[in-house]
């Protein structure tokens, strides 16, 4: 499987991390790359990313190096014209999937920072710290780290039958496998439990790991799972969806081919969801062990 | 598989945590329960969980009911005598592995009230909300929420041998598998790849998903992983781990076995490590296709 955000060809680098001195020389090489990021847009150059290295003294978060040993870093910038959001480059399809990849880290690193700038424990101002990947309290002292939130997000399968649901949000006529965050003190697997039981009043007997994509808004890391369900009747949470409804598989496959004759379809290939309810079909085919 | 923390019987509700009415006739009820964490200790009572409600005046978080429909809360407490550490009580027996279980989102979500009475936005107070899942800014008004970090932990195997590490801190003579932080941008995958390149040189060719465990140091959920390694010489980082080495089947039998002639062994069953190094057993002594 190959999604958006997942294909980054960058070489983190930890160990360079600390080392001043070493990244003082990336940030004056000509091959050295800077992004700059604007909430949950990037400052784009006639078609192509702008990658233009900022002055020595603005802070930069440090990526890694590509396969050309080229460094790459990212900046916050100010909102502006020149801005595309990620979602629309996704959409759109005008960046090579690695340089959206590294987009998917930058955003995620430079968020965090701009949300940071407080110390959680004392209320004082933080810096940043290890190129990027810690920042420290000025007061008390204290390190705090960059934050990713596990979420599940699970196809659920009965018989010859998948469930999918809707956001009131969501492009008219979508529907898509459910999701929900990870709570402390839980296992993944845990978390389908209870967020099936939660948003649909269904309860799963089986859960099965598939693959797992970042998904930069802002930081969750998706995690995706398919389950078989023990019951079918639906107890819609309308606070969290707005709909959901078994498919068989010929209505699912229309679905995922836009051939719906009501125009329903499911997400976009670039989310795990997609390859989640095309999992999904495969399965609930093979339960009926057609001749195809 | 089933290791510590991993076995809650509670039912989470979170529909009741905007429900202060029903929550208030759940504190009042003399069936309900509440546990006093310390860091990451709790109060024991005549050897058990002591589970007095606190005066209705006390911040409290709501963990959930139990299959008797009780409720369960956690509230944080001042370090005492009566108070015994969760890894004493995990490594002792003492406790039914449901409650050791409970106590693993007690402490993770009290410690992250703990250190988050200020907003890392913009520096102002915060003030508990919904039952103890959101802090609420007094300032600019901006939500958070109780984090959860994902971390990677793979036994790396290569034909008949498996890949395990120690780290300095660790008790003499363990060996465990390799483990480190998802970071920002990644795949649990590239997470694990990264790993097992930056502490011992090895790169990965296969990486699949085995289970996953909440860790309450402070608030990380552990997924499990299996890997093929493609290489095999070992360039280990001194600053993450002391020692790494290939052990065959038979020495990674009495590790698990505790009869090792120098008295290695692998981590304690409670540990998911203890399971990925049986998977990895299972894994390269079938790789022999012995006669057993």
Redesign the interface.
Known sequence: MSFA??Q?PLN?R??LRGNVTELAIHHGLPTSKCVHVAGDAVRMAQGSLDVAMPAATKEIVFLGLDQQGHAWFATQDNPGDSHVSLRTLMIEGSLPAAEL??L??????IL?HA????????????SMQDAG?RRQCQGCGAS???????VVIMAVCKDNKTLLGRQAAWPEGMYSTLAG??????????AAH?EVM?EVGVRLSAVS?V????W?FP?S?M?GLIAEAETETLTI?TSEIEAAQWFEAAELKQMLDHTHPKGWHCSRPDAIAWHLAQAALKKISGSFASPQ
């Open positions: 955000y997942a980054s983190r930890a160990d990849s590294i998917a880290q930058a955003r995620s690193l965090w949300a940071h700038g407080f110390c959680a424990q004392c209320g004082k101002p933080t990947y705090h780290f960059p934050r990713t939130d596990p965050f990870v709570e402390p003190g839980e296992t993944l697997e845990q209870r939660e790991y693959a797992s994509q970042p930069p930081a890391l995690v949470d």
